[in-house]
């Protein structure tokens, strides 16, 4: 099976970005069965990432030596979706830095079912800036019954947290979302509740202004409470929830712990955000779901290193949670 002219063109124009700029690596998002031996002559001496929605397209490749199959939901969605959602993975599972440069070739035009092209578009993507705009049509994975709306409200207060901190100091905390009562059920309060006496509209973290008097509350010790409607309903909460069984990565201190545990045993979904690279992991039934990085960050911080080596002793033995 030979490539068409315009695939091979632009397989070419990847080898010679990858080169020139350089990139990363090149990830290939495919639809259709294509010649893989060519693709892999056109691209030799590039780091390969291959997604599809069918596995059967991918299956030959998992022994490759030298490529890497990401595994896609075996459902049909957008182009764009299916590449932010491989990009993601290779990010979350630390296959790539997200500062890396990728070159991403895939069928962006729709063809005729009987002649498909395998390829017909090239895009140079900087992780650093795409992660940020994918963020909010990326929560459909969490598959929870707390509105979209309140979903982005809450993404945008953890990122902007952990990408500013406070008054030049970089700040940790948990976000916890959802099945209020349960919640404080396995909490107990280390301080006053700020948010007590504040009418619902107050409390709205749908609100700009209140999500900016939020992030000043976030500078104390404990997890944040904000229900399904978006009304936030306590904080400074030690979130009790047992932390065994979890299977969290290493490297993880206590408040990944206690939000992986306060999710586990509810139906809450809960954002940690962590102090020493200001990186958002979000939690669902005890487990990482999604890893959010806000990296446009002021250049007097630290510069960004993957968390496999964060969470230095002061922040794993605080009370953030």
């Known amino acids: 099976m030979s490539l068409p002219s315009q695939t091979v063109a632009l397989l070419q124009a990847a080898r010679d970005l990858v080169k020139t700029l350089p990139a990363d690596a090149v990830l290939v998002l495919t639809e259709t069965a294509i010649d893989w031996d060519e693709v892999g002559r056109l691209l030799v001496g ?34 764009q979706e299916r590449m ?13 830095q997200p500062g890396s440069h990728v070159v991403a070739l895939y069928n962006g035009i729709a063809t005729l079912e009987d002649a498909p092209e395998p390829v017909d578009s090239l895009s140079v993507i900087h992780l650093g800036e795409h992660l940020e705009r994918m963020t909010s049509q990326d929560l459909r994975v969490l598959g929870t019954s707390v509105p979209l709306d309140v979903l982005r409200a ?44 504040y009418t619902r509209a107050e409390r709205d973290i749908r609100d700009r202004e209140v999500r900016e008097q ?57 954002f940690a955000v962590s102090q020493s690279s200001g990186s958002v992991r979000v939690f669902q039934k005890g487990e990482e779901v999604l890893h959010i990085e806000p990296l446009a960050r002021p250049h007097v911080w630290q510069p960004f290193r993957l968390e496999t080596q964060e969470e230095p002793d002061g922040e794993a033995g605080d009370d953030a949670s």
């Open 46 to 79: 590039c780091r390969l990432f291959v997604a599809a929605e069918n596995p059967a397209l991918t299956k030959p490749l998992r022994d490759h030596p030298d490529w890497t199959v990401i595994d896609l939901d075996p459902e049909p969605r957008p182009t």
């Open 84 to 96: 932010n959602d491989a990009l993601l993975k290779a990010v979350s599972e630390e296959m790539l």
């Open 154 to 197: 809450v993404v945008e207060l953890a990122t902007e947290i952990g990408r500013e901190g406070r008054e030049g100091q970089p700040i940790g905390t948990i976000l916890v979302v959802g099945d209020t009562k349960k919640v404080l059920g396995l909490s107990r309060f280390q301080n006053f509740n700020p948010f007590r006496g």
């Open 214 to 270: 939020i992030k000043e509350i976030a500078k104390l010790d404990g997890a944040l409470l904000i229900g399904r409607d978006g009304i936030a309903e306590a904080a400074c909460l030690h979130l009790g929830a047992r932390a065994d069984g979890l299977n969290l990565r290493k490297g993880f201190g206590s408040r990944h712990a206690a939000a992986a545990g306060i999710s586990k045993h509810t139906n809450a979904i809960a």
